[in-house]
């Protein structure tokens, strides 16, 4: 049983190109969180998908970033117009069942360097 | 000994001897909390959980105490390794739905 995916693993960008962000969750999780962590930081929070819903995108920027979690394929996290502050690592998470009653297992995380 | 260095404060500790890291939470509602453990380049990999209707669990070498009064969760390593070396995260939720709330982060350091 594979772990949670995430790809690529290291993503660099020029200031105002997109960054897309991939995320497959383990098998028979339809749960998918995505974490950002600034280095020697703790992980901080920034949305929160169900299959086709965003349950909790409390975390994230109003502007620039998105998220989904399509019925097929990986969650995407995307970001236009990247700025050098962006620049940190995004980790995915997935658990079977909804946030604070299952447990939540993380993926390698995709490392975004801005230049 | 402990130390706080410029970010994450550091555990040093003698291979063979018992490990103890502490983290305070925020949320006196929380009832669900994590340990996380997570070696440089990669995510974080749960160790062990525990919920608010209990004060004490134990692994395999680990145990996590949780003292509700004073909002203190502690990880005890036992025969701590080198490959225990890494970064360990407390995390709190409150099972209402919210997100997972991540604490700074002790950086355990292994002397051979």
């Known amino acids: 049983n594979a772990g949670v995916m995430q790809n690529p693993r290291h993503l660099v960008r020029r200031r105002g190109q997109e960054a897309r962000l991939r995320c497959s969750p383990m098998?028979?999780?339809?749960?998918v969180y995505w974490y950002r962590q600034l280095p020697e930081e703790g992980l901080k929070f920034m949305v929160y998908l169900q299959k086709e819903n965003i349950i909790d995108e409390s975390g994230m920027p109003k502007e620039r970033f998105s998220a989904e979690f399509p019925k097929e394929g990986p969650s995407i996290l995307r970001i236009q117009q990247v700025v050098r502050g962006d620049s940190a690592a995004y980790f995915c998470?997935?658990?079977?069942?909804?946030?604070?009653?299952?447990?939540?297992?993380f993926g390698p995380g995709t490392r975004l360097l801005v230049l | 000994g402990e130390s706080v260095g410029l970010h994450l404060p550091t555990l040093s500790v003698q291979e063979g001897d018992n490990s103890i890291i502490n983290c305070a939470y925020s949320?006196?509602?929380?009832?669900?909390f994590i340990w996380y453990k997570q070696e440089s380049g990669k995510g974080p990999q749960f160790i062990i959980d525990?919920?608010?209707?209990?004060d004490k669990r134990q692994g395999q070498r680990v145990t996590v105490l949780l003292n509700k009064t004073v909002k203190h969760l502690s990880l005890q390593i036992a025969a701590t390794q080198p490959g225990d070396s890494a970064v360990y995260f407390c995390a709190e939720n409150y099972s209402g739905n919210t997100p997972l709330v991540f604490g700074k982060g002790t950086r355990l350091s292994v002397i051979a």
């Open positions: 098998k028979g999780h339809s749960h």
């Open positions: 998470a997935s658990s079977p069942s909804r946030q604070g009653v299952e447990t939540q297992y």
């Open positions: 949320n006196s509602a929380s009832d669900y």
């Open positions: 525990i919920r608010s209707n209990m």
